[in-house]
């Protein structure tokens, strides 16, 4: 889905939904979207729905053709850029993708190259999901959250199912906690699939399908069982089409409810786990985001184990693709508004009568938020945000189309002074990172993600590349103490090798040869260099990733004498 807000203009929708499906043709080229799934009904086994539950295989096999996941998701961000282009008239200025909270760093760093082999020039920013959504959640009407607050956020996907909570600090969003379940929307659908199948013969085609025409027909009954699914949580009955000769099949909210209900009640576990890690000290809501969130049993469920009525829009596919508009790095805290805030534990209550609807209201009592204007873009900027399944993709751009006034010239080091924005007031760390930084091709900020497990007070990660072609990435670190750099030694478990002392840029502290586990709990260690100040206050780690798995020790220690090492 995306949407296009010019200065600080309402968002509008900027075309329809794009799904992330990617189709492979016989001569090689790549179909993305409405088109590959139109394409799978001739030929299925060279379809593939979600590039995002691939990218830790780092192939898939479409057809006879094994294809790196990253073309996949390249393919889908070209497709993007292109219809971008079109609308805005030129280039963007910038591109936000959002990502799950739960994403390691071999993911994102897969995310982040296949916006190089997509052609994107711009800046890039990574966010994770439940940051976004947190960050939507604080633009709708009478709501607010107050410093300490937290927020969970539930997000059905098609495949998967995403908690996190999600907390307001001064310092920006964190999450908290975050969890899981590989049970989505495409679930809820095979559920409804199965219950209306029958015994005859026609079924054993529809369910493997040996020509173009079955093929076909399956596909067709798959989009109408999902129809089906849809407007079951707008209407109390449906009727399904059955290909011939299988009558039509009726279906009621309450039978679909009944076949669903021990699918949500898993999502709801996961929901009830994820809050007991995190603990919050005063969580304000639970929202619920993904199209499947519309099942009004879902926030039946959600209430009965919680307490809490959750917050589910009316569009709630579109959640994350609008956070991403908003401005993620700081959430809109005020003084504490809230009436009565609720306390963490999960604790089951009778539920009041369902609502009439699939949308939730708000709980009452809480006050709307000052209006503020965004610190994202000025006010000449275009922001387009478009949301897939895989990420959701935020492009800023200028309004510099045809007949707009352009720049008089660009600033050479521009790139440069872009990525060390990341780094926002914390000119401590920019000072330990400004020779990387310099050198870097993409910089983002990691506070939120899975590797913001440090009490940092700025997280920022950069992708470099070596001389010979290998990616690094680069970790930054600083804390008002040495809690941070203290507990990534501790954290990460380094196997330390060789050690010395550095000096430059009116600082001066020692570095160390390691290896280490990665966060992202991937199978093969990395290894790299860590160092830090004298103050113990800021510190880095820059290693290989899952893109450079070749690259030596030796090699990594000399990049960092040569591009890193602070001057």
């Known amino acids: 889905m995306a949407a296009l807000r010019i200065g600080t203009a309402e968002p509008r929708l900027l075309g329809e939904s794009l ?4 189709w492979l043709d016989p001569s090689g080229q790549l179909v993305v979207g409405r088109d590959a799934e139109r394409q799978a009904r001739l030929d299925a086994s060279r379809f593939e729905p979600t590039p995002k539950l691939r990218v830790s295989e780092g192939q898939v096999l479409l057809g006879d053709t094994t294809v790196p996941v990253v073309d996949l998701l390249a393919a889908l961000l070209r497709h993007v850029l292109t219809e971008a282009r079109r609308e805005l008239g030129g280039d963007p200025d910038q591109l936000i993708l959002t990502h799950p909270a739960a994403w390691g760093p071999s993911r994102r760093d897969a995310l982040m190259t296949a916006t190089r082999v997509a052609g994107v020039r711009c800046r890039t920013h990574l966010v994770p999901e439940p940051v976004a959504a947190a960050a939507r959640f604080v633009t709708l009407p009478n709501v607010s959250l107050a410093p300490g607050q937290s927020l969970t956020v539930l997000d059905v996907g098609g495949g998967t199912t995403d908690v996190a909570v999600v907390l307001a600090g001064p310092q920006g969003w964190q999450v908290l906690a975050d969890g899981g ?16 199948r029958t015994n005859d013969p026609v079924w054993t085609e529809l369910g493997r399908p040996t ?3 079955a093929r076909r027909v399956a596909r067709t009954l798959a989009e109408d069982v999902r129809a089906a699914k849809e407007a079951l949580s707008r209407y109390p009955h449906t009727d399904i089409p059955m290909p011939p000769p299988l009558p039509d099949a009726h279906m009621t909210r309450g039978e679909f409810e009944a076949l669903i209900r021990p699918l949500l009640a ?41 307490g809490m009525q959750p917050v589910v829009l009316e569009s709630p596919e579109n959640t994350v693709a609008l956070g991403a508009l908003a401005d993620v790095r700081k959430p809109a805290v005020s003084a504490p508004v809230l009436a009565a805030p609720v306390s963490a534990p999960m604790v089951a209550a009778p539920p009041p009568p369902p609502p009439p609807g699939p949308t939730v209201v708000v709980q009452p009592g809480w006050a709307p938020p000052p209006r503020r204007k965004s610190r994202l873009i000025p006010v000449s900027a275009a922001i387009v ?16 189309g045809p007949g707009a006034e352009q720049p008089l010239a660009a600033a050479p080091d521009d790139s440069a002074d872009l990525r060390r924005q990341v780094f926002g007031d914390d000119q401590e760390l920019l000072r330990l990172a400004v020779p990387a930084v310099d050198n870097a091709t993409q910089c983002a900020s990691s506070k939120g993600a899975a590797t913001d497990k440090f009490n940092s007070r700025t997280q920022v990660r950069c992708l470099m590349q070596t001389p010979a072609g290998y990616e690094l990435a680069i970790e930054f670190m600083s804390a008002a103490g040495k809690s941070a750099c203290d507990g990534v030694v501790s954290g990460l478990g380094f196997n ?13 502290g020692t570095w160390q040869d390691v290896t280490f586990a990665p966060l992202d709990n991937a199978n093969e260690s990395v290894t790299g260099v860590f160092y830090r100040t004298d103050a113990g206050t800021t510190c880095a780690v820059l290693n290989n990733t899952v893109n450079s798995k070749g690259v030596t020790g030796n090699a990594i220690h000399q990049f960092w004498v040569d591009k890193v090492q602070p001057r």
């Open 19 to 22: 799904p992330s499906a990617v």
């Open 181 to 196: 379940a590989d049970i989505g929307g495409r679930d809820l659908d095979f559920e409804l699939l199965q219950h209306v």
């Open 211 to 213: 020509t173009p025409a």
């Open 266 to 306: 898993k999502m709801v576990d996961v929901l009830v786990e994820v809050v007991a890690r995190a603990r919050p000290q005063h969580m304000a809501g639970v929202f619920l985001v993904g199209g499947s969130t519309r099942v009004p049993l879902l926030a039946s469920l959600v209430r009965e184990r919680t």
């Open 385 to 400: 945000a478009i949301a897939l399944v895989v990420v959701t993709i935020v492009l800023l751009a200028s309004n510099s």
């Open 496 to 508: 330390a090798g060789r050690s010395g002392t550095w000096s430059g840029n009116s600082r001066k």
